[in-house]
Protein backbone atom coordinates (compact mmCIF):
# COMPACT_ATOMS: atom_id res chain seq x y z
CA UNK A 1 0.00 0.00 0.00
CA UNK A 2 1.56 3.30 -0.90
CA UNK A 3 1.84 5.90 2.20
CA UNK A 4 -0.39 8.72 0.48
CA UNK A 5 -4.08 7.96 2.02
CA UNK A 6 -7.03 8.44 -0.57
CA UNK A 7 -8.86 9.42 2.14
CA UNK A 8 -8.36 11.48 5.46
CA UNK A 9 -10.69 11.69 8.20
CA UNK A 10 -9.37 14.55 11.04
CA UNK A 11 -11.33 14.67 13.86
CA UNK A 12 -14.67 14.66 12.81
CA UNK A 13 -17.85 15.22 14.79
CA UNK A 14 -21.55 14.76 13.73
CA UNK A 15 -25.13 14.45 15.25
CA UNK A 16 -28.53 14.12 13.37
CA UNK A 17 -31.27 16.96 14.31
CA UNK A 18 -34.13 15.34 16.00
CA UNK A 19 -35.83 18.73 16.31
CA UNK A 20 -34.90 22.41 16.36
CA UNK A 21 -34.34 21.66 20.08
CA UNK A 22 -32.58 18.23 20.08
CA UNK A 23 -29.46 16.40 18.39
CA UNK A 24 -28.47 13.09 18.71
CA UNK A 25 -24.83 13.12 18.96
CA UNK A 26 -23.32 10.41 16.65
CA UNK A 27 -19.24 10.77 15.84
CA UNK A 28 -17.14 11.72 18.19
CA UNK A 29 -13.76 13.56 16.56
CA UNK A 30 -12.76 10.41 14.68
CA UNK A 31 -9.91 9.98 12.67
CA UNK A 32 -8.27 6.99 9.99
CA UNK A 33 -7.15 6.88 6.74
CA UNK A 34 -7.89 4.90 3.83
CA UNK A 35 -4.76 3.92 1.92
CA UNK A 36 -5.01 2.90 -1.71
CA UNK A 37 -5.34 -1.10 -2.93
CA UNK A 38 -6.05 -1.96 1.18
CA UNK A 39 -9.35 -3.92 1.94
CA UNK A 40 -10.57 -1.73 5.30
CA UNK A 41 -13.83 -3.77 7.58
CA UNK A 42 -15.64 -1.41 9.93
CA UNK A 43 -17.57 -3.24 12.30
CA UNK A 44 -20.03 -1.55 15.48
CA UNK A 45 -23.16 -3.11 16.76
CA UNK A 46 -26.51 -1.13 16.31
CA UNK A 47 -25.94 2.20 16.75
CA UNK A 48 -22.34 2.75 17.25
CA UNK A 49 -22.09 5.17 14.08
CA UNK A 50 -20.22 3.08 11.43
CA UNK A 51 -22.88 3.74 9.11
CA UNK A 52 -22.67 7.49 9.36
CA UNK A 53 -19.03 7.50 9.37
CA UNK A 54 -19.24 5.29 5.95
CA UNK A 55 -21.36 8.15 4.14
CA UNK A 56 -18.69 10.88 5.54
CA UNK A 57 -15.95 8.88 3.03
CA UNK A 58 -17.18 10.42 -0.27
CA UNK A 59 -19.19 13.26 0.91
CA UNK A 60 -23.13 12.10 1.82
CA UNK A 61 -22.92 13.60 5.03
CA UNK A 62 -20.52 16.72 6.33
CA UNK A 63 -19.25 16.76 9.30
CA UNK A 64 -19.80 19.39 11.79
CA UNK A 65 -16.55 19.77 13.37
CA UNK A 66 -13.26 18.22 11.55
CA UNK A 67 -12.73 17.35 8.09
CA UNK A 68 -12.96 14.78 5.24
CA UNK A 69 -9.95 15.03 2.44
CA UNK A 70 -10.35 12.82 -0.62
CA UNK A 71 -7.24 13.16 -2.37
CA UNK A 72 -6.51 16.59 -0.76
CA UNK A 73 -10.33 17.91 -1.30
CA UNK A 74 -12.39 18.54 1.19
CA UNK A 75 -15.81 17.25 1.19
CA UNK A 76 -17.30 20.74 2.93
CA UNK A 77 -16.36 21.85 -0.54
CA UNK A 78 -19.29 21.54 -2.79
CA UNK A 79 -17.09 22.32 -5.90
CA UNK A 80 -15.86 19.41 -5.71
CA UNK A 81 -18.45 16.73 -4.83
CA UNK A 82 -18.52 15.14 -8.62
CA UNK A 83 -14.78 14.47 -8.39
CA UNK A 84 -15.01 13.46 -4.51
CA UNK A 85 -17.88 11.15 -5.90
CA UNK A 86 -16.16 9.80 -8.91
CA UNK A 87 -13.43 8.56 -6.94
CA UNK A 88 -15.86 7.20 -3.88
CA UNK A 89 -18.23 5.21 -4.73
CA UNK A 90 -20.86 3.95 -2.57
CA UNK A 91 -22.91 1.10 -2.38
CA UNK A 92 -25.61 0.85 0.16
CA UNK A 93 -27.91 -2.03 2.11
CA UNK A 94 -31.07 -2.08 -0.40
CA UNK A 95 -30.07 -2.73 -4.04
CA UNK A 96 -33.57 -1.57 -5.12
CA UNK A 97 -32.91 1.93 -3.94
CA UNK A 98 -29.76 2.41 -6.52
CA UNK A 99 -31.30 0.95 -9.35
CA UNK A 100 -33.26 3.62 -11.88
CA UNK A 101 -33.77 1.69 -15.18
CA UNK A 102 -35.74 -0.91 -16.59
CA UNK A 103 -32.50 -2.66 -18.39
CA UNK A 104 -29.58 -3.77 -16.71
CA UNK A 105 -27.10 -2.21 -18.97
CA UNK A 106 -29.45 1.32 -19.03
CA UNK A 107 -29.05 0.99 -15.10
CA UNK A 108 -25.52 0.29 -15.12
CA UNK A 109 -25.18 3.44 -17.87
CA UNK A 110 -27.13 5.92 -15.62
CA UNK A 111 -24.14 8.13 -13.49
CA UNK A 112 -22.32 8.07 -17.08
CA UNK A 113 -25.00 9.81 -18.89
CA UNK A 114 -25.14 12.06 -16.18
CA UNK A 115 -21.55 13.53 -16.39
CA UNK A 116 -21.86 13.30 -20.45
CA UNK A 117 -19.25 10.44 -21.12
CA UNK A 118 -19.29 10.08 -24.96
CA UNK A 119 -21.42 7.05 -26.26
CA UNK A 120 -18.19 4.47 -27.33
CA UNK A 121 -16.64 5.18 -24.26
CA UNK A 122 -20.21 4.88 -22.52
CA UNK A 123 -20.49 1.12 -24.22
CA UNK A 124 -16.65 0.20 -23.46
CA UNK A 125 -17.23 1.40 -19.79
CA UNK A 126 -20.89 -0.75 -19.53
CA UNK A 127 -19.18 -3.92 -20.85
CA UNK A 128 -16.09 -3.51 -18.38
CA UNK A 129 -18.01 -3.28 -15.10
CA UNK A 130 -20.81 -6.11 -16.20
CA UNK A 131 -17.75 -8.28 -17.07
CA UNK A 132 -15.84 -7.73 -13.86
CA UNK A 133 -19.30 -8.29 -12.01
CA UNK A 134 -19.90 -11.71 -13.89
CA UNK A 135 -23.17 -9.75 -15.39
CA UNK A 136 -22.96 -9.81 -19.28
CA UNK A 137 -25.19 -11.91 -19.93
CA UNK A 138 -27.90 -10.39 -17.87
CA UNK A 139 -27.38 -7.28 -19.88
CA UNK A 140 -30.58 -6.93 -21.46
CA UNK A 141 -32.83 -8.16 -18.55
CA UNK A 142 -35.23 -5.79 -16.19
CA UNK A 143 -33.27 -5.44 -13.22
CA UNK A 144 -36.25 -6.68 -11.03
CA UNK A 145 -36.41 -9.97 -12.47
CA UNK A 146 -33.18 -10.48 -10.78
CA UNK A 147 -32.26 -12.22 -7.60
CA UNK A 148 -31.31 -10.29 -4.59
CA UNK A 149 -27.24 -10.55 -4.86
CA UNK A 150 -27.62 -9.97 -8.48
CA UNK A 151 -28.97 -6.66 -8.15
CA UNK A 152 -26.47 -5.43 -5.76
CA UNK A 153 -24.10 -7.28 -8.04
CA UNK A 154 -25.44 -4.35 -10.47
CA UNK A 155 -25.31 -1.92 -8.26
CA UNK A 156 -21.58 -2.16 -7.88
CA UNK A 157 -21.00 -2.56 -11.77
CA UNK A 158 -22.80 1.14 -12.10
CA UNK A 159 -20.22 2.25 -9.46
CA UNK A 160 -17.41 0.69 -11.11
CA UNK A 161 -18.48 2.46 -14.76
CA UNK A 162 -17.49 5.43 -13.04
CA UNK A 163 -13.52 4.00 -12.15
CA UNK A 164 -13.62 4.95 -8.75
CA UNK A 165 -10.27 4.31 -7.03
CA UNK A 166 -12.68 3.44 -4.03
CA UNK A 167 -15.36 1.19 -3.37
CA UNK A 168 -17.91 1.95 0.04
CA UNK A 169 -20.24 -0.61 0.82
CA UNK A 170 -22.64 -0.08 3.75
CA UNK A 171 -24.14 -3.28 4.89
CA UNK A 172 -24.56 -3.86 1.10
CA UNK A 173 -24.73 -7.83 2.30
CA UNK A 174 -27.15 -7.68 5.16
CA UNK A 175 -30.41 -7.81 3.06
CA UNK A 176 -29.05 -10.67 1.10
CA UNK A 177 -29.56 -14.53 1.88
CA UNK A 178 -26.45 -16.24 2.16
CA UNK A 179 -26.03 -17.52 -1.49
CA UNK A 180 -26.34 -13.72 -2.46
CA UNK A 181 -23.54 -12.94 0.34
CA UNK A 182 -20.67 -15.41 -1.27
CA UNK A 183 -21.48 -14.00 -4.36
CA UNK A 184 -21.21 -10.18 -3.68
CA UNK A 185 -18.17 -11.40 -1.13
CA UNK A 186 -16.60 -13.00 -4.11
CA UNK A 187 -16.87 -10.19 -6.58
CA UNK A 188 -15.44 -7.77 -3.49
CA UNK A 189 -12.41 -10.33 -3.30
CA UNK A 190 -11.82 -10.27 -6.86
CA UNK A 191 -11.76 -6.35 -6.85
CA UNK A 192 -9.45 -5.83 -4.36
CA UNK A 193 -7.20 -8.30 -6.50
CA UNK A 194 -7.12 -6.38 -9.12
CA UNK A 195 -6.27 -3.14 -6.94
CA UNK A 196 -9.42 -1.75 -6.36
CA UNK A 197 -9.69 -0.02 -2.68
CA UNK A 198 -12.60 -1.62 -0.35
CA UNK A 199 -14.21 -0.11 2.50
CA UNK A 200 -17.29 -2.34 3.76
CA UNK A 201 -19.38 -1.87 6.97
CA UNK A 202 -20.81 -4.92 7.81
CA UNK A 203 -21.29 -7.43 10.80
CA UNK A 204 -20.94 -10.74 9.01
CA UNK A 205 -17.59 -11.34 10.57
CA UNK A 206 -16.51 -13.74 7.85
CA UNK A 207 -16.20 -10.71 5.57
CA UNK A 208 -14.67 -9.13 7.93
CA UNK A 209 -12.05 -11.70 8.46
CA UNK A 210 -10.95 -11.21 4.80
CA UNK A 211 -9.96 -7.95 5.54
CA UNK A 212 -6.60 -6.24 5.75
CA UNK A 213 -7.34 -3.68 8.81
CA UNK A 214 -10.35 -3.70 10.43
CA UNK A 215 -11.69 -0.46 13.10
CA UNK A 216 -13.90 -1.28 15.60
CA UNK A 217 -16.40 1.60 16.78
CA UNK A 218 -18.61 2.11 20.20
CA UNK A 219 -20.44 4.93 20.57
CA UNK A 220 -19.30 6.83 18.27
CA UNK A 221 -15.58 6.52 18.49
CA UNK A 222 -13.02 4.05 17.04
CA UNK A 223 -12.19 1.76 19.86
CA UNK A 224 -9.82 -1.02 18.18
CA UNK A 225 -7.77 -1.21 15.29
CA UNK A 226 -5.53 -3.84 13.87
CA UNK A 227 -5.59 -6.90 11.64
CA UNK A 228 -8.63 -9.42 11.62
CA UNK A 229 -5.89 -11.98 13.25
CA UNK A 230 -5.39 -9.13 15.93
CA UNK A 231 -9.13 -7.76 16.69
CA UNK A 232 -10.95 -11.35 16.97
CA UNK A 233 -7.82 -12.49 19.39
CA UNK A 234 -9.85 -10.43 21.71
CA UNK A 235 -12.97 -12.36 22.05
CA UNK A 236 -13.54 -10.89 24.97
CA UNK A 237 -13.74 -6.91 24.30
CA UNK A 238 -15.53 -8.08 21.42
CA UNK A 239 -18.26 -10.05 23.41
CA UNK A 240 -18.34 -6.56 25.83
CA UNK A 241 -19.55 -4.91 22.36
CA UNK A 242 -21.67 -7.58 21.63
CA UNK A 243 -20.01 -8.56 18.42
CA UNK A 244 -19.44 -12.20 18.33
CA UNK A 245 -16.35 -13.27 15.92
CA UNK A 246 -16.01 -15.77 13.22
CA UNK A 247 -16.46 -19.45 13.54
CA UNK A 248 -13.42 -20.49 12.56
CA UNK A 249 -12.19 -18.39 15.05
CA UNK A 250 -14.90 -19.34 18.06
CA UNK A 251 -13.73 -23.18 17.17
CA UNK A 252 -9.96 -22.45 17.64
CA UNK A 253 -10.57 -20.60 20.91
CA UNK A 254 -12.55 -23.30 22.35
CA UNK A 255 -10.40 -26.48 20.98
CA UNK A 256 -7.32 -24.44 22.41
CA UNK A 257 -8.48 -24.76 25.79
CA UNK A 258 -8.93 -28.23 25.60
CA UNK A 259 -5.64 -29.41 23.53
CA UNK A 260 -2.86 -26.24 24.52
CA UNK A 261 -1.03 -26.79 21.49
CA UNK A 262 -3.81 -25.84 18.96
CA UNK A 263 -3.54 -22.53 17.69
CA UNK A 264 -6.19 -20.47 19.40
CA UNK A 265 -5.53 -17.23 16.71
CA UNK A 266 -7.45 -19.26 13.64
CA UNK A 267 -9.69 -16.97 11.86
CA UNK A 268 -10.61 -19.17 8.66
CA UNK A 269 -11.97 -22.16 8.18
CA UNK A 270 -9.53 -23.58 5.91
CA UNK A 271 -6.63 -22.53 8.42
CA UNK A 272 -8.73 -25.10 11.19
CA UNK A 273 -8.67 -28.18 8.95
CA UNK A 274 -4.81 -27.30 7.88
CA UNK A 275 -4.24 -27.24 11.69
CA UNK A 276 -5.97 -30.44 12.57
CA UNK A 277 -3.47 -31.82 9.80
CA UNK A 278 -0.60 -30.10 11.39
CA UNK A 279 -1.25 -31.26 14.91
CA UNK A 280 -2.35 -35.31 13.78
CA UNK A 281 0.96 -35.53 11.80
CA UNK A 282 2.85 -34.16 15.23
CA UNK A 283 1.28 -36.65 17.25
CA UNK A 284 2.15 -39.22 14.60
CA UNK A 285 5.47 -38.44 14.54
CA UNK A 286 5.90 -38.08 18.05
CA UNK A 287 4.13 -41.86 18.27
CA UNK A 288 7.08 -43.22 15.64
CA UNK A 289 4.09 -44.68 13.36
Same mark, same amino acid.
Given at each position: ??????????? %??????????? &???? =???????????????????? $????????????? %???? #???????????????????? %??????????????????????????????? %????????? @? &????????? $??????? !?????????????????????????????? #???????????? @?? =????????????????????????????????? @??? &??? =?????????? !????????????????????????????????????? #??????? !????? @???????
Amino acid at each position: MANEPIIRVEG %ISFSYQVNQAQ &RIPV =LHEVSLQVYPGEYLAIIGHN $GSGKSTLSKHLNG %ILTP #ESGDVWVHGMNTRDKAHMRD %IRSRVGMVFQHPDNQIVATIVEDDVAFGLEN %IGIPPQEMR @E &RVESALTAV $GMTEFRH !RPPHHLSGGQKQRIAIAGILAMKPECIVLD #EATSMLDSYGRQ @EI =LSVIKKLHREGMTIVTVTHHMSEVAEADRVIVM @EAG &RIV =LEGTPRDVFA !RQEFLSDLHLGVPDASRIASLVHRQHPAFSPTLIHKE #EIVEEVK !RLHLV @EAEASGS
